[in-house]
């Protein structure tokens, strides 16, 4: 949990489930669509959710090269993942949520997850996530890449 946000305060924030990719922009790449995401989970104002699986997926492919390709800070990922997360056990979807299915079975770990959790939004550059935007919608999720985030907040 944050320490810049108290625990009711972080509890009553909306939720955000990012796949490995936006992961990967944020704390290994520091793509310059992650400046606002980064402050918005810092300060509290949504809550990072993740489960061991995604997690899990997140360490495969940061071992899958990319750290020796991109020099990461690893002990900078650890502790920001520590500090920011908010990990959770995956539980059951119901209803609706159980007819969203993705194309890609490594991808279905993050839309189970928003969707049991009530994210808001769950961000990802991935094809087939974002291909259930329009589903997803109708049970309260917004799947979005970054950019259209950005977008999406900067109108409020």
């Not at 606002?36 to 699986?53: C, K, N, P, Y």
């Not at 890609?104 to 961000?123: C, I, M, N, S, T």
């Not at 094809?127 to 917004?142: D, F, I, M, S």
Request: aromatic share 8%; charged share 25%.
């Amino acid at each position: 949990m944050s320490s810049t946000a108290s625990a009711p305060a972080l509890m009553r924030a909306p939720s955000i489930v990012l796949d490995t990719n936006v992961i990967l922009d944020w704390l290994v790449f520091r793509h310059p669509s992650s400046v606002e995401l980064s402050a918005r989970i810092e300060s509290g104002q949504i809550r990072w959710l993740v489960s061991t699986d995604t997690r899990g997926e997140f360490e495969h492919v940061l071992g899958r090269g990319i750290g020796a390709t991109f020099s990461p800070d690893f002990e900078l990922i650890q502790s920001t993942w520590d500090r920011l997360a908010v990990a959770v056990e995956p539980i059951p979807l119901l209803g609706a949520a159980t007819r969203m299915r993705c194309n890609d079975p490594d991808d279905q770990k993050f839309v189970d997850l928003a969707l049991a959790y009530g994210a808001r939004w769950l961000l990802s550059r991935d094809r087939a996530v974002l291909k259930l935007a329009k589903r997803c919608r109708t049970l309260g999720l917004q799947v979005l890449t970054p950019e259209q985030w950005l977008d999406s907040i900067s109108v409020r």
